[in-house]
């Protein structure tokens, strides 16, 4: 039988909702591209950094409060900071990095660098 957290469980004991945001990365021939669930947050609330061929992303969740003396029956959504570092692949070209929020997705464009992408060799 499973353990259901309530209210009254101490913070430490209580079930997490994972890890955020969630994060999908793919590539093409010349780019790697993040994209991030990042439901409620705004895009001035984000940092984002690349260093190496790492990116890391940052930031603030905030959720209206509930009513006072409501009681929880389900709590998974939680206000905060937040912070993941993702590891790319590949070298990275750190100064062609675009980033775009639409309807609570970040998707962030990562140029590879020259010598990342793959060369097509003509055998003569």
């Known amino acids: 039988m499973g353990r259901v957290a ?7 004991q209580r079930v997490s909702a994972g890890v955020f945001p969630l994060i999908n990365l793919t590539e093409d021939k010349d780019n790697y591209y993040v994209r991030a669930e990042l439901p409620g947050v705004k895009g001035d609330g984000l940092d ?3 260093t190496g061929n790492n990116l890391a992303i940052s930031g603030k969740r905030k959720i209206a409060a509930e009513e006072e003396g409501a009681r929880y029956h389900r709590r998974e959504r939680e206000a905060g900071t937040f912070s993941r570092m993702i590891g790319l692949p590949g070298e990275i070209d750190t100064d062609k990095v675009e980033a775009n929020l639409e309807n609570g997705v970040l998707t962030i464009v990562v140029s590879k660098a020259e010598i990342a992408k793959p060369k097509q060799i003509i055998v003569s």
């Not at 309530?6 to 430490?12: F, I, L, N, V």
Request: hydrophobic fraction near 30%; charge should be negative.
């Open 6 to 12: 309530s209210d009254e469980t101490a913070p430490s």
């Open 48 to 50: 984002i950094q690349v």
